[in-house]
């Protein structure tokens, strides 16, 4: 018997709203999160442990191999830190909602077949635009919901596949997915794939992270990083490994995220940006397909959301303290804010790959992957990227916001509870870097043989990133901040496409009356959703709120019955 560590926040959440703000709910909070963490390391490591047949399918409600426990245990590791992070935090709507999302992303993990994925993945969506909404400015309406069409897309097209796939004869389970995989490309493959792709912020269909990440409330910002593109690279290490279209795509991302991150002026949109950038190795990692090239996919989901987390929980910080997100509007903060500067940096030499920091160990092993592999163009365009990761991240974020000229900012005090969750998220930063052994031995395809503390790769990653540091500090004036909008693929659905709708409603003459009406109301809604609009596109929801509103109580239904079958 096992406390899987999804339900154990789940009971959580339903706790959290249950009791009054104050010091009991913060306890309750605190222990549900330590419990789903003690509940992920105590997964057995022999496989399936929960079943079910449903519709006579069997479905394999916990599958804990290794791939699943290493993901399970950053999930929940990075749910307690994000609790003590938001522990000040009195809305328990918001608290319930990254609970249910993280313990929704932990299903995913665990879930030994694809039907049951999918029922964790649909309430992954729901709980994620519920804790963007949170969010609460004038922004964030319009940004959740345009994230809930594209989101719905891809759990269109996922579950599209999976239809054609199970209608088709195929057994959902993962273990029988691998053969079918291995013989090649088929539709509900590459449907399936789509919808998978969406999460995973694949260029481009990238835009809605950089577009509702940064919208998100400070807190909730930290759980939006860790789960929703971190379980899409799990599926896609589990199902679609040693694929050259994810290769190349992957080496896309990480270059593409990197110049848009070097263009921003808002440091939450600069660091969702970098998230691309960051999940793209993991993307090619996935392509490569051999034993390193996985495992280093992993290891760096693993270390990356927890510099990730703590590179946004230092910006989170600056945002509380000072209400103020874009460079050009910062600076002179690292005397006022010692603390929060100091752990940011942390946060900013793990993601450059600086040599004791836990991405070293990680992001070097999936471009020795590349070189190992055969594939010299590879290595170079992921070694390019690095460069672009520790100016933009390690240099130029930092230098205009907390070193750069003062601009007499004097920021408000931060609840201890902020300070204490970075902390964590440092010191697990810098012991994982000096101590990689730990995470070496949890992933999925072992004997790991990597070592990345060779003479020839330290020298060669410090030489690198000195060279770096010295172009940005020649250039520096020409690198800040600029009050500008850079603009991305989400500009083609937010402009001409509702235009170009609207004109082909216009012309169908030839359709009758009540269609015609029916087609521009529903367009109407349509452009005006996926517009960069004021605040007055929220009502639009109106429209489809029962249909959501029964889609969740589905799932949530639905849930329910495997726990109970489960546990019986």
Same mark, same amino acid.
């Given at each position: 018997?096992?406390?899987?560590?999804?339900?154990?926040?789940?009971?959580?959440? +339903?706790?959290?709203?249950?009791?009054?703000?104050?010091?009991?709910?913060?306890?309750? +909070?605190? +222990?549900?999160?330590?419990?789903?963490?003690?509940? @992920?390391? @105590?997964?057995?490591?022999?496989?399936?442990?929960?079943?079910?047949?449903?519709?006579?399918?069997? !479905?394999?409600?916990?599958?804990?191999?290794?791939?699943?426990?290493?993901?399970?245990?950053?999930?929940?590791?990075?749910?307690?830190?994000?609790?003590?992070?938001?522990?000040?935090?009195?809305?328990?709507?918001?608290?319930?909602?990254?609970?249910?999302?993280?313990?929704?992303?932990?299903?995913?993990?665990?879930?030994?077949?694809?039907?049951?994925?999918?029922?964790?993945?649909e309430l992954m969506a729901a709980a994620s635009l519920a804790v963007i909404w949170h969010g609460n400015t004038p922004r964030t309406g319009a940004a959740g919901f345009r994230y809930l069409l594209v989101h719905a897309a891809g759990g269109s097209l996922l579950l599209a596949g999976l239809v054609l796939y199970v209608a088709g004869g195929g057994d959902p389970s993962f273990d029988a997915w691998r053969t079918v995989w291995s013989a090649g490309w088929s539709l509900p493959a590459a449907l399936m794939l789509a919808g998978v792709a969406i999460n995973a912020a694949i260029p481009p269909l990238h835009a809605w992270l950089t577009d509702a990440y940064p919208e998100a409330s400070v807190t909730g910002t930290v759980f939006l990083s860790a789960f929703t593109t971190k379980t899409a690279v799990y599926l896609l290490i589990r199902a679609f490994p040693g694929s050259d279209l994810l290769l190349w795509?992957? /080496?896309?991302?990480?270059?593409?995220?990197?110049?848009?991150?070097?263009?921003?002026?808002?440091?939450?949109?600069?660091?969702?940006?970098?998230?691309?950038?960051? /999940?793209?190795?993991?993307?090619?990692?996935?392509?490569?397909?051999?034993?390193?090239?996985?495992?280093?996919?992993?290891?760096?989901?693993?270390?990356?959301?927890?510099?990730?987390?703590?590179?946004?929980?230092?910006?989170?910080?600056?945002?509380?303290?000072?209400?103020?997100?874009?460079? $050009?509007? *910062?600076?002179?903060?690292?005397?006022?804010?010692?603390?929060?500067?100091?752990?940011?940096?942390?946060?900013?030499?793990?993601?450059?790959?600086?040599?004791?920091?836990?991405?070293? /160990?990680?992001?070097?092993?999936?471009?020795?992957?590349?070189?190992?592999?055969?594939?010299?163009?590879?290595?170079?365009?992921? $070694? !390019?990227?690095?460069?672009?990761?520790?100016?933009? %991240?390690?240099?130029?974020?930092?230098?205009?916001?907390?070193?750069?000229?003062?601009?007499? #900012?004097?920021?408000?005090?931060?609840?201890?509870?902020?300070?204490?969750?970075?902390?964590?998220?440092?010191?697990?930063?810098?012991?994982?870097?000096?101590?990689?052994?730990?995470?070496?031995?949890?992933?999925?395809?072992?004997? /790991?043989?990597?070592?990345?503390?060779?003479?020839?790769?330290?020298?060669?990653?410090?030489?690198?990133?000195?060279? %770096?540091?010295?172009?940005?500090?020649?250039?520096?004036?020409?690198?800040?901040?600029?009050? $500008?909008?850079? *603009?991305?693929?989400?500009?083609?659905?937010? =402009?001409?496409?509702? #235009?170009? #709708?609207?004109?082909?409603?216009?012309?169908?003459?030839?359709?009758?009356?009540?269609?015609?009406?029916?087609? =521009?109301?529903?367009? @109407?809604?349509?452009? =005006?959703?996926?517009?960069?609009?004021?605040?007055? $596109?929220?009502?639009?929801?109106?429209?489809?709120?029962?249909?959501?509103?029964?889609?969740?109580?589905?799932?949530?239904?639905?849930?329910?019955?495997?726990?109970? #079958?489960?546990?019986?």
């Amino acid at each position: 018997m096992i406390a899987h560590p999804g339900f154990v926040l789940f009971a959580t959440a +339903l706790a959290t709203v249950l009791i009054p703000a104050g010091v009991a709910r913060q306890a309750v +909070l605190a +222990l549900g999160a330590a419990s789903a963490l003690a509940s @992920a390391a @105590a997964l057995p490591g022999d496989g399936v442990a929960w079943t079910a047949q449903v519709a006579g399918y069997q !479905l394999e409600l916990v599958h804990a191999d290794a791939l699943a426990r290493v993901f399970a245990l950053i999930f929940t590791l990075i749910a307690v830190i994000g609790v003590v992070f938001a522990l000040h935090v009195r809305r328990a709507s918001e608290h319930a909602s990254v609970l249910v999302y993280a313990g929704a992303a932990v299903g995913v993990t665990l879930a030994g077949d694809w039907i049951t994925a999918f029922v964790w993945w649909e309430l992954m969506a729901a709980a994620s635009l519920a804790v963007i909404w949170h969010g609460n400015t004038p922004r964030t309406g319009a940004a959740g919901f345009r994230y809930l069409l594209v989101h719905a897309a891809g759990g269109s097209l996922l579950l599209a596949g999976l239809v054609l796939y199970v209608a088709g004869g195929g057994d959902p389970s993962f273990d029988a997915w691998r053969t079918v995989w291995s013989a090649g490309w088929s539709l509900p493959a590459a449907l399936m794939l789509a919808g998978v792709a969406i999460n995973a912020a694949i260029p481009p269909l990238h835009a809605w992270l950089t577009d509702a990440y940064p919208e998100a409330s400070v807190t909730g910002t930290v759980f939006l990083s860790a789960f929703t593109t971190k379980t899409a690279v799990y599926l896609l290490i589990r199902a679609f490994p040693g694929s050259d279209l994810l290769l190349w795509a992957g /080496v896309a991302m990480a270059l593409y995220g990197v110049v848009y991150a070097v263009l921003e002026n808002d440091i939450r949109r600069l660091l969702a940006y970098h998230i691309i950038s960051q /999940v793209g190795y993991m993307v090619a990692g996935v392509g490569m397909g051999t034993a390193m090239a996985l495992n280093g996919a992993a290891a760096h989901a693993f270390c990356h959301i927890l510099y990730k987390a703590l590179l946004l929980m230092g910006a989170g910080t600056v945002l509380a303290a000072t209400g103020r997100r874009n460079l $050009t509007e *910062l600076g002179g903060l690292a005397s006022r804010m010692p603390a929060a500067t100091a752990l940011y940096m942390i946060g900013a030499f793990s993601i450059s790959g600086v040599p004791l920091f836990n991405g070293f /160990v990680s992001k070097s092993m999936i471009v020795s992957a590349g070189a190992e592999g055969g594939w010299p163009a590879v290595e170079l365009l992921l $070694t !390019l990227a690095s460069v672009g990761t520790f100016l933009h %991240t390690g240099l130029k974020l930092p230098y205009f916001t907390f070193f750069g000229p003062d601009r007499g #900012i004097v920021p408000a005090q931060l609840p201890r509870n902020m300070i204490a969750a970075m902390t964590m998220a440092a010191v697990l930063c810098i012991a994982l870097g000096v101590f990689p052994g730990w995470l070496y031995a949890r992933l999925p395809f072992l004997p /790991v043989e990597y070592h990345p503390y060779t003479v020839d790769h330290v020298v060669a990653t410090v030489q690198l990133l000195i060279g %770096t540091g010295a172009a940005f500090w020649v250039l520096r004036r020409k690198l800040g901040g600029e009050a $500008t909008v850079s *603009l991305d693929t989400d500009w083609f659905y937010r =402009r001409p496409l509702p #235009i170009a #709708i609207d004109a082909l409603v216009a012309g169908a003459g030839s359709v009758g009356e009540a269609a015609r009406t029916y087609g =521009r109301s529903a367009v @109407a809604s349509f452009g =005006r959703a996926v517009r960069l609009a004021p605040p007055g $596109t929220v009502p639009h929801f109106d429209a489809y709120r029962r249909s959501i509103g029964r889609t969740v109580t589905w799932v949530l239904a639905f849930l329910a019955a495997l726990a109970l #079958i489960g546990w019986l």
